[in-house]
């Protein structure tokens, strides 16, 4: 189980940055924690996706509010594109194909649009869940923040890497 402190996750979504009136792509929301926090930012909309139709299921009892809309989605499948700003919290692990998770992001923002990847623990403590054989087969390590970066500089220009004892943050913008 992941502790979803409310002072980080506002600190995270401070650096991102989000302008009112945007639209938002929460990636694999579960059960939709970030979307309160989304929603102070006035978006017009907030997309929030994820593979599993029961995590969607109980995110939808969550939260109710017009400006939200969720799906249950294969992110590298997903479709939709015309977003400025897209997250995945606390989910990066699970997606194993590192080069097509950005080609994805790439393709759903918008151009100038901003990505973030964002935990609110230390790649050491989030390495620690993920590890042994059967936790293996459906999520991966994460390395030094500026090593993984590498996947997203083809398409994006990386302005925040944070890899503390508190916090794991990775995010650019669109070129």
């Known amino acids: 189980m992941c502790h979803h402190n409310p002072e980080k996750i ?29 929603l102070k930012h006035e978006p017009d909309e907030i997309v929030a996706i994820d593979l599993s139709e029961l995590m969607i299921a109980q995110a939808r009892k969550n939260h109710i509010d017009p400006r939200v ?4 989605a294969n992110f ?3 479709e939709q594109t015309g977003f400025d700003f897209a997250i995945a919290y606390s989910a990066y692990p699970h997606f194993s194909d590192k080069e097509a ?10 151009p100038n649009g901003r990505f973030m990847i964002a935990h609110s623990e230390s790649k050491e403590t989030i390495n620690g869940r993920h590890s042994g054989d ?12 500026a090593t993984e970066s ?5 398409a994006f220009d990386i302005d925040i890497l944070v890899d503390t004892d ?10």
Do not use: C, M
């Not at 506002?10 to 989304?38: E, F, Q, W």
């Not at 059967?134 to 923040?145: G, N």
């Open 166 to 175: 508190e916090l794991y943050i990775i995010s650019g913008i669109k070129r």
């Open 134 to 145: 059967e936790v293996r087969k459906v999520s991966s390590s994460l390395k030094e923040a």
């Open 10 to 38: 506002t600190a995270i979504l401070t650096l991102a940055n989000i302008k009112s009136n945007s639209r938002i792509l929460d990636i694999a929301t579960g059960t939709g924690i970030l979307v309160p926090h989304l």
């Open 69 to 72: 809309r969720f799906q249950s």
């Open 101 to 110: 998770f950005a080609r994805k992001l790439s393709d759903s923002l918008n």
């Open 150 to 154: 590498s996947y997203f500089k083809a």
């Open 76 to 78: 590298y499948e997903f």
